[in-house]
């Protein structure tokens, strides 16, 4: 099946500091999201992206399908952007998620 | 509902007993996934319905487990004769319909054998 590759698997930040998530797929895929899963286990969309680049606050995601990778950056990091970081790929509908990257936010 | 709501929040069973977990999805999204996620792993996927037709059961581990979605809105998963290695986070999502919808989750069901 599908791999989904993450990576770095942790990353400590200082507060303000900005940092990029990488996500590599081993094959074509229908689409992409990214998650925060946050200290109390919610797991929150942040992004939908089969393709391209979309901004939302100090977030943004870029995709390249064709190259099967996908970039979430995240700038002027806050200590609440604490938690673990989920990319997932849909395949037959169904979504194949990575092992994530645990960030850790520093005051 | 505003969003995916699920029941219980926690569920603590002794080893053996059957457990019932519940999934209300997001009002008029057609499609339901069930994934398990390991303490320290992302999330595994269980089961897809499409309103009461379940279309996909590859990711259920062995046949103690069982979903159901009868009138294509609420879901159950069972997990008949319960083992230690089934404690973990049971997360539903739902969507639109379609691979190209995003999923939306709940707060997931932390499951917890003793």
């Known amino acids: 099946g599908i791999q989904v590759e993450q990576s770095p698997p942790d990353l400590i930040l200082q507060e303000g500091a900005n940092s990029t998530l990488r996500c590599n797929f081993s094959d074509s895929v229908n689409n992409l999201q990214w998650f925060h899963q946050n200290p109390w286990g919610q797991l929150i969309n942040l992004f939908y992206i089969p393709s391209g680049t979309k901004q939302n606050g100090r977030l943004s995601a870029t995709t390249v399908a064709t190259e099967r990778y996908s970039l979430l950056y995240i700038s002027s990091s806050q200590t609440t952007d604490s938690g673990v970081y989920f990319c997932a790929v849909n395949q037959g509908g169904k979504l194949i998620f990575g092992q994530g990257t645990e960030l850790s936010v520093k005051p | 509902g505003a969003g995916v709501s699920q029941s219980p929040r926690y569920k603590v069973a002794k080893r053996g007993q059957d457990v019932a977990l519940r999934c209300d999805p997001i009002s008029g999204h057609v499609s339901l996934f069930w994934y398990q996620q390991a303490l320290g792993q992302g999330p595994e996927f269980l089961t897809y319905?499409?309103?009461?037709?379940?279309?996909?059961k590859s990711g259920l581990p062995s046949d103690r487990f069982f979903a159901e979605r009868p009138e294509g809105s609420v879901s159950t998963l069972k997990i008949q004769r319960t083992q230690q290695e089934d404690s973990a986070v049971y997360l539903c999502?739902?969507?639109?319909?379609?691979?190209?919808?995003?999923?939306?989750f709940g707060d997931g069901t932390r499951l917890s054998i003793l």
């Open positions: 999502a739902s969507s639109l319909g379609g691979s190209a919808q995003p999923q939306h």
């Open positions: 319905f499409q309103n009461e037709a379940q279309l996909d």
